[in-house]
């Protein structure tokens, strides 16, 4: 039988963090703290370095954890080779994602997932904000950015074309800008922490940093805000193509669009054997994202 420790300890090193494994293994954090301890004493060595901002491993320490993934994994795989596990997606799964992406493109499409895996019991969490996936224990995550953190599994599922846009109202009232320059004279809008707006045309680059006419954390509230024609916003195409498809919003500025280095990715914690359910999850959103509709 594999000694339980040895899989705290894996859990340990993933998450980074004594707290982070605790709340994955659904123990207190001092029950974690004890049971590595009782460990390194059985084993007459110290596998983690611990100060009060991270957790280190030690030299043994790394050489252990090696090992206990391979054996892990060894076991895993046995297991599902045996069981037939492997080849139905089964079990909890957690998944996070942005919310207006969700609302829009995961969510309509979701009983067909659901529809083909019975046995998946599926718990969504929309935000804005980036979850920690190992920290709070998320399956799949689904990340608009130019960049996934180390640590992380990442599939990309397409680009995230960004355009300024505005409602013809607000243009017939305040004008149509030609220059860049001219955006100053102009109310813009955007979400907390998606300034300064960093353009491209061509061989041509431009930011933009601006305080937003209206403060708010919601990408939702900013496309609502520039439907109803308060000001000017730089939106994914995911999020208004089919308002500028229906001239409800049109194109500002239409050779400036934003950094063509933002994708939309699925993401998961890397592991040496990835769960049935997580692997069904990513090519169901392979299937369903396609940003070739919303041009």
Same mark, same amino acid.
């Given at each position: 039988?594999?000694?339980? *420790?040895?899989?705290l300890?894996a ?18 954090? +001092?029950?974690?703290?004890?049971r590595? $301890?009782?460990?390194?004493?059985? !084993?007459?060595?110290?596998?983690? #370095?611990?100060?009060?901002?991270? !957790?280190?491993?030690?030299? +043994? ?5 090696? *090992? ?8 895993e795989a046995a ?5 037939? &596990?492997?080849?139905?997606p089964?079990?909890?799964? %957690? ?9 829009? @493109?995961v969510a309509?499409?979701?009983h067909?997932? /659901?529809? +083909?895996?019975? #046995?998946v019991a ?23 950015a ?8 990442? @599939? ?17 009232? $305040? ?10 004279a102009? %109310? ?5 922490? #998606? ?7 061509? &061989?041509?680059?431009?930011?933009? *940093?601006r ?5 708010t ?16 916003? /730089?939106r994914? !195409?995911?999020?208004?193509?089919e308002?500028?498809r229906?001239?409800t919003?049109? %194109? ?6 934003g950094?063509?280095?933002? &994708?939309?990715w699925?993401? @998961?914690p ?11 999850f ?14």
């Amino acid at each position: 039988m594999i000694d339980p *420790d040895y899989a705290l300890f894996a859990r340990v090193v993933n998450a980074g963090s004594i707290a982070a494994a605790a709340r994955g293994a659904n123990i207190s954090p +001092a029950m974690a703290s004890r049971r590595l $301890a009782r460990l390194e004493a059985r !084993l007459g060595v110290r596998l983690v #370095q611990r100060t009060t901002r991270r !957790l280190a491993l030690t030299p +043994a320490g790394e050489r252990f954890h090696a *090992d206990v993934v391979a054996i892990l994994a060894a076991v895993e795989a046995a297991e599902a080779r045996l069981t037939g &596990a492997a080849a139905v997606p089964a079990g909890v799964l %957690r998944v996070s994602a942005p919310t207006s992406f969700g609302r829009l @493109h995961v969510a309509p499409q979701l009983h067909r997932f /659901l529809g +083909a895996h019975p #046995q998946v019991a599926l718990t969504l969490d929309l935000s804005d904000a980036f979850a920690d996936l190992v920290a709070e224990g998320i399956d799949v995550g689904v990340r608009i950015a130019a960049a996934v953190p180390a640590g992380l599994d990442a @599939h990309r599922l397409g680009d995230s074309r960004r355009v300024l846009c505005a409602s013809p109202a607000y243009l017939a009232q $305040a004008g149509v800008p030609v220059r860049i320059a001219e955006l100053s004279a102009h %109310r813009l809008l955007a979400a907390a922490g #998606q300034m300064p707006w960093r353009l491209v045309a061509g &061989a041509r680059r431009a930011s933009v *940093d601006r305080v937003s006419h209206v403060w708010t954390n919601s990408s939702e509230l900013v496309r609502e805000l520039a439907l109803s024609g308060v000001g000017i916003a /730089l939106r994914s !195409l995911w999020d208004v193509g089919e308002a500028l498809r229906a001239g409800t919003l049109v %194109r500002v500025l239409p050779e400036w669009e934003g950094m063509l280095d933002v &994708a939309i990715w699925a993401v @998961h914690p890397r592991a040496p054997i990835v769960s049935p359910a997580v692997r069904a999850f990513v090519a169901f959103l392979r299937d369903v994202v396609d940003p070739a509709a919303w041009e």
